[in-house]
């Protein structure tokens, strides 16, 4: 079994970009965030074997800090998917609207996957069609997301299934493994950022969540999608079923994530951690 060393997709400093936004307005009072776990594995219902290579994704050294990631809607009602990661470990998390994040109420984590489902209320204009199919290996993806805070496409080949374990855990997740082909803007700069975001196929479907990048530069890996379709069935937050409008090249993809940027369908979401007492 191969074993391969990867790393989070979440930076470790962003503090000019965190203090950037503020939480709520001066008036409000944020309520505690409710934070729930969903794991549908159980000795009488493994979860499948997707591959036989492994990678391994480094922990945060220190555990859970301020941090930013990406989300995207994918029901117009305030329903929102990023990665487990983004939001694990939080005292508040925030969804960026405008120069303030506004506070999440709820969030349902995977432990079969890096996803968590959100709940905010933050209404969007559109939400993305989720799939739970794996197209062929070879076939291109569009990686969409915020790496070191700034907007950023990337373009990609899948490589195959595989699975991967983070830090000590001897827990495996199963997951999509893809070869970086290109980006928008240009660059080869940290992937820092683009956690939780969306990764589109060809048919235009959400086939995964951005979950880490490889030491070694070029691979990113994504949650697979039958377990983020399995966590959003059991958040019962998504009432609609979007429409998945087929994906031409990689231009099409630019113009789909500017509109989406624009429409605030897909968004920065932070993470807030109190310190702990005396520290």
């Not at 990023?82 to 432990?111: I, K, Q």
């Not at 290996?137 to 496409?153: D, E, I, Q, R, S």
């Not at 990609?156 to 970086?180: H, M, V």
């Not at 379709?229 to 630019?254: F, G, H, K, Q, T």
Request: with cysteine; glycine share 10%.
């Amino acid at each position: 079994m191969a074993r391969k060393q990867g790393c989070g997709c979440l930076p470790f400093v962003l503090g000019a970009l965190l203090l950037a936004v503020a939480w709520g307005t001066q008036d409000a009072v944020i309520p505690p965030l409710q934070v729930e776990q969903f794991d549908p594995r159980s000795p009488r219902r493994p979860m499948p074997q997707w591959g036989d290579e492994q990678f391994v994704i480094e922990d945060r050294p220190g555990g859970p800090a301020d941090s930013m990631g990406t989300a995207f809607a994918v029901d117009r009602d305030g329903a929102w998917l990023t990665a487990e990661h983004v939001t694990h470990g939080c005292t508040r998390v925030g969804l960026e609207d405008g120069r303030f994040a506004r506070p999440v109420a709820r969030v349902l984590e995977s432990r079969e996957g890096d996803a968590a489902m959100v709940q905010a209320n933050l209404a969007s204009p559109d939400a993305l069609p989720l799939a739970d199919h794996v197209p062929q290996p070879g076939t291109p993806g569009y990686h969409m997301g915020f790496p070191a805070g700034a907007p950023t496409l990337v373009v990609s080949e899948l490589i195959g299934s595989a699975s991967a374990r983070r830090g000590r855990s001897e827990d495996t997740q199963p997951i999509l493994a893809w070869a970086e082909r290109a980006r928008l803007p240009a660059g080869d700069g940290t992937l820092s950022g683009i956690s939780g975001g969306p990764v589109l196929s060809e048919d235009g479907h959400v086939i995964g969540v951005n979950s880490a990048a490889t030491d070694r530069r070029g691979r990113i890996l994504t949650t697979a999608p039958d377990a983020v379709v399995r966590l959003a069935v059991a958040s019962r937050m998504i009432d609609e079923r979007p429409v998945a409008y087929p994906i031409e090249n990689i231009a099409d993809a630019s113009r789909r994530f500017v509109a989406w940027l624009d429409q605030g369908v897909i968004r920065r979401i932070f993470c807030n951690v109190d310190a702990p007492p005396g520290g």
